[in-house]
């Protein structure tokens, strides 16, 4: 994708084999909640979140005993990988050392300008950019006076800083973020900080809650700015399993057409006019065809009135009749089938075209 920001055009870095920023689309993040110490559990969680899509997930590494287990992870993962550092330089250097391929990092509690300036050295020599992060719940007394409360400008004055820090030991690969609960506060923020630097940017709403509530708050929080060029990574922080965040950030970055992995689902809603089971049907088949990883668009309509025009732009789709529902493939009528089977007969359908498309490839 070409001309990715609409703003201002982003540096780029790379983490690992992937590179952000530049004319890069947006990579899809989460971070693993599992004890890293926990070799096993952590290696499982990653290999899982490259299932569902993830491409770069973060780990936290609060204690020796952490970056001590780092390499074995790292040299075993599908994934790049983060560690998340504060407060000790020292676990930063291990975690380099241990060959991860980013650094999130708050140059103002690393333990001084000396020791800032020994893990920038060492990110430099390894070619590893650094995550400069900025929530709105850790934000400076200092600024916080300042503006008068918690601001966007306040947000961005203290990113700026905190990358101020790094560029004076001549380190420029930055990433930065800055993330508040509320989606508007870091809707306003981003957009100041896009215009002000070119790093490349990491998105998301902080502590957007779980539920529906988690998933309206992140999709108006990090959509807007999608819709507006501005981010380069992103994190849908969820209270749910970390697999719940990377399928929910792949429906935003499809909903904006911007990347497309696996189905998108287009159903209708319930009306009078309604005369099948709508809302299992519907059900059934997103469940049935999670797995798929084909970019394919599947409808499952209720009624002759939307129906029809709706399923004819997808790949496949049902509309319903009066206990029954018509299959259609890109415009054409398959077939006819109850409704009780119209399900499962879509489902094979999907199965045997994806099929018959890997074993082409």
Request: aromatic share 4%; charged share 25%.
């Amino acid at each position: 994708m070409g001309g990715w920001s609409t703003v201002k055009k982003r540096r780029s870095v790379k983490v690992g084999n992937l590179t952000m920023g530049g004319e890069a689309p947006p990579i899809v993040q989460s971070m693993n909640n599992t004890l890293t110490t926990d070799v096993k559990a952590t290696l499982n969680q990653i290999e899982a979140l490259a299932r569902v899509g993830c491409e770069l997930t973060r780990l936290a590494v609060p204690d020796r005993a952490a970056a001590d287990v780092l390499p074995e992870i790292v040299r075993n993962s599908p994934l790049p990988i983060v560690a998340d550092i504060h407060f000790s330089a020292d676990l930063a250097l291990r975690s380099l050392e241990a060959g991860v391929s980013k650094l999130r990092i708050n140059p103002g509690n690393i333990g001084g300008p000396d020791k800032l300036r020994e893990v920038a050295v060492a990110a430099a020599a390894r070619r590893v950019p650094i995550r400069v992060g900025v929530n709105a719940g850790s934000l400076e007394a200092r600024i916080i006076a300042e503006e008068g409360g918690v601001t966007a400008h306040g947000l961005v004055r203290s990113a700026l800083e905190a990358a101020r820090l790094l560029e004076e030991v001549n380190f420029r690969d930055i990433v930065i973020s800055l993330k508040a609960s509320s989606p508007a506060l870091t809707i306003a923020a981003y957009r100041e900080l896009a215009d002000r630097c070119d790093y490349p940017l990491h998105i998301g709403v902080t502590e957007a809650g779980f539920g529906s509530t988690g998933l309206i708050r992140s999709a108006v929080g990090i959509g807007t700015l999608l819709a507006e060029g501005i981010g380069d990574t992103l994190r849908v922080s969820l209270t749910d399993d970390p697999l719940a965040e990377v399928a929910a950030a792949w429906d935003i970055l499809a909903a904006l057409d911007l990347r497309r992995r696996g189905p998108t689902f287009v159903s209708c809603p319930t009306c009078g006019r309604t005369q099948v089971d709508l809302v299992r049907t519907a059900a059934e088949v997103k469940n049935a065809l999670a797995h798929i990883t084909e970019p394919l668009t599947i409808a499952v309509m209720g009624c002759a009135v939307n129906g029809p025009g709706e399923a004819r732009e997808a790949d496949f789709g049902l509309a319903g009749g009066k206990d029954f529902f018509a299959l259609f493939s890109r415009g054409e009528v398959l077939e006819k089938v109850p409704a009780e089977r119209a399900a499962a007969r879509l489902i094979e359908v999907v199965n045997e075209y994806v099929a018959g498309k890997a074993s082409d490839a």
